[in-house]
């Protein structure tokens, strides 16, 4: 597994593979495909950096990381859906924070992503708090 930090040109991969992070994760977050490639320019222009995962040279998943914290923040992890089940999202987590030189991550998982919440149980991750949301109902 080869980590290969993202560059501004490297915008378009990502963002079709957030939309796809995003479609599985069954977030409520509306945003097309130009609108992403906008938000991950944002997120790389400032405080984030994001890494292909590859694998014999082919791109099989990212994440974006917040490094500007303590610990870091994984904010997106994605091993692409052709590419599942063949033990690259461990492989891939662990050479990430190999990469970064860290001993530790924080990371949030949506409340319905049950796949979720089992394959970072599985890395070691164990719950330290609970967000939540409130929206008030329309009349």
């Known amino acids: ?4 930090k ?19 994760e069954k977030s409520d977050n509306p945003m097309n495909i130009r609108e992403l490639e906008e938000r991950m ?17 082919v791109i099989v998943g990212y ?6 914290c303590n610990p870091v923040y994984l904010r997106q992890f994605l091993i692409d859906r052709g590419f599942r089940h063949r033990h690259y999202g461990r492989e891939a987590f662990q050479a990430l924070m190999g990469r970064l030189g ?11 992503n049950e796949a979720g919440k089992r394959f970072w149980e599985s890395c070691g991750f164990t719950d330290i708090s609970r967000y939540m949301r ?6």
């Open 6 to 24: 993202c560059e501004l040109k490297d915008v378009p991969v990502l963002a079709r593979l957030n939309k796809q992070l995003i479609e599985d």
């Open 41 to 57: 320019r944002g997120f790389l222009g400032a405080d984030y950096q994001a890494y292909f995962f590859e694998a014999d040279g």
């Open 63 to 68: 994440a974006l990381v917040k490094t500007t």
């Open 134 to 139: 409130c929206k008030r109902e329309k009349s």
């Open 102 to 112: 860290v001993e530790a991550i924080d990371l949030e998982v949506l409340a319905w």
């Open 1 to 4: 597994m080869d980590i290969v």
